[in-house]
């Protein structure tokens, strides 16, 4: 079983078995990941079961079976907040009509053993979002915490129309779709990446100016276009740049923590007069966040967020889609449940 052996079955309730990845300790893929039956979790109040169809891996998910930020296991973890799939039975105070619905799912592993990385998963109402029809399944699983941190990071402060935007790394995850919310959102939207691989996945989402870092001239192009937002991936790496290229009033936000720590600059900040802010999407103010939320969703109805170069993968597959991920891959990982 799931949890070790512990079982809790209701004596009127029909048992659901299915087939789960898991952990019980954090450590590298191959040593703590494992594939077995167990029995599927039951929708409580507010919540539903999602039968699903792929399970999207995001950086954090790999970290957190990693040991990067390390927390208590509660008995055992199902990896991936993000997947996609249809909702197989709701609990009591969500609407019955709900049952057969397609959606996509954010955020399952979020203070929550059952992840996506399995055949059911179950979240709360509100963390299974409604999938329209022409968006295909894949899609879905690549939402989440790419999609809703971009579009937390662009729209938090209110609509970007006629603005432009830098978004660093236009190529990653939440990269990508930055640049293709910020079109969406009628700004002029600049990107810098590393490679010509990376320029060319930037291009094609739709960038006006995509420019690489690693070559002269990089803040030459950047700079004296007005820029009055950035997205930014490593502040560390790329607070110089930021910089150099800012104007008064301009707002770094930055949603990552990789590498070393930044070490602000007081007076070069100062004279700059800009702002930096620091969001994580599971801690992100409520109002904020569910406006982010509903970026997405529109932007999915209206055509606007279309399907990233993705690499895929069996659940028994699972420990070599998170090597993947950690090597950096510039592909999405999806898993096809």
Known sequence: MCG?????????????LMRA?????????????????????????GQVLVKLAFSGINPTDVKARSGSFPRVI?????????????????GDGVDPSRVGERVWVMLAAGGNRY??????????????????????????????????????CLFSDGPIAGETVLVSGGAGAVGRAAVQLAKWGSARVYTTVSSDEKMQIATEAGADLVVNYRKPGAVE??????????????????????????????????????????????????????TIEFMMLYNAQKEK?????????????????NMPLVSYFSLDEIATAHEKVEAGSSERVLLRI
């Open 289 to 305: 966040f569910w406006a982010a939320v509903e970026s997405v969703n529109q932007a999915l109805r209206d055509g606007k967020l």
């Open 4 to 16: 070790g052996g512990e079982t809790d079955i209701h004596p009127l309730r029909l048992t659901i």
């Open 74 to 90: 509660d008995k055992f973890q199902i990896p991936h907040h993000d997947g996609s799939g249809i909702i197989e039975s709701v």
């Open 221 to 274: 192009q950047l700079v004296g276009n007005g820029i009055s937002r950035i997205v930014e991936v490593n502040l560390a790496e790329n607070l110089t740049l930021d910089i150099a290229i800012s104007q008064p009033g301009m707002k770094i936000v930055s949603y990552a923590a990789d590498g070393i720590d930044p070490v602000l600059p007081r007076r070069l900040l100062m004279s700059a007069t800009i």
């Open 115 to 152: 992840g996506t990385a399995a055949q059911y998963c179950v979240v709360m109402n509100d963390f299974a979002q409604p999938l329209p029809d022409s968006v295909p399944l894949e899609l879905g699983a690549t939402l989440g915490v790419p999609a809703v941190t971009a579009a937390y």
């Open 21 to 45: 990845a898991r952990y019980k300790q954090m450590g590298t893929a191959q040593d703590v990941l494992t594939i077995g039956e167990c029995e599927a979790p039951t929708p409580e109040r």
